[in-house]
């Protein structure tokens, strides 16, 4: 799904929901070691992975090291290859979930969704009204608003807004009433519609209508794609 929707805290939900050790690993991170040491560094989270099953293996940004190999230079090459044979361990892997994320799906490598690895599909898409409206009471019960702001209307306003842009724009519109407590000297300023209003203007909604259909055509394309509540 989308940036910023919430995909590595839904992984880590699930963990503790059912009482697994959680091991979250960037791609990008493993990629960008010296060669040779990203197909260890794979191996070694797998082997912890097992020592502390029942376990999850979170992948974010899994496209940095499961992409497709066309194109790719022996060294990620390499590190697929590692993915896959430590994902095809079945008996090594018993007590082992293995989760991935990606907002670039269309990049994976076909072997990556083959059954018996990612095979399983859920689309997070941005929050609806109810989760922004979710999102939205817990930033106010950390802020000072003005009566006259309604979540509600706020998340109306913020139709399309993935998790992390919503956040975004209730810490811009904090730093409007930080601004105006600095030029008049009145500390009991509040945040009302006109400093989220500047806020929105600062934060801009990244997700576009294309995107989210086009995450939604390609898991639908896929074969299972299912979407996240």
Same mark, same amino acid.
């Given at each position: ?27 990008? $991170? %493993? *990629? ?6 990203? !197909?260890?560094? @794979?191996?070694?989270?797998?082997? +912890?992975? &097992? ?68 095979? $399983? %599909? *859920? ?6 009204? !109810?989760?922004? @409206?979710?999102?939205?009471?817990? +930033?106010? &019960? ?88």
């Amino acid at each position: 799904g989308p940036p910023g929707c919430s995909k590595t805290l839904s992984a880590a939900a699930v963990a503790t929901e059912a009482g697994f050790n959680f091991f979250a690993v960037k791609g990008a $991170e %493993l *990629l960008n070691m010296y060669v040779g040491e990203s !197909e260890r560094a @794979v191996r070694e989270v797998f082997a +912890r992975a &097992r020592g502390a099953a029942p376990s999850i293996v979170f992948f974010d940004e899994v496209e940095a090291i499961g992409g497709k190999r066309e194109g790719r230079g022996g060294g990620g090459v390499n590190v697929l290859t590692t993915l896959l044979n430590e994902m095809d361990g079945i008996e090594t892997l018993k007590g082992v979930m293995v989760l991935a994320a990606t907002n670039k799906p269309e990049a994976l490598d076909v072997a990556l969704l083959r059954p018996g690895r990612f095979d $399983e %599909l *859920l689309y997070v898409a941005p929050p609806d009204l !109810e989760g922004r @409206v979710e999102i939205l009471e817990g +930033r106010r &019960r950390k802020m000072d608003w003005e009566a006259d702001v309604e979540v509600a209307w706020l998340a109306g306003r913020c139709e399309g807004y993935s998790g992390a842009e919503i956040v975004g724009v209730c810490q811009a519109a904090c730093d409007c009433v930080i601004d105006r407590v600095l030029e008049t000297g009145n500390m009991d300023a509040k945040v009302g519609r006109e400093d989220f209003e500047v806020a929105m203007g600062r934060v801009k909604k990244q997700i576009t209508e294309e995107m989210v259909e086009g995450y939604r055509r390609w898991a639908k394309g896929v074969g299972n794609g299912v979407e996240a509540d």
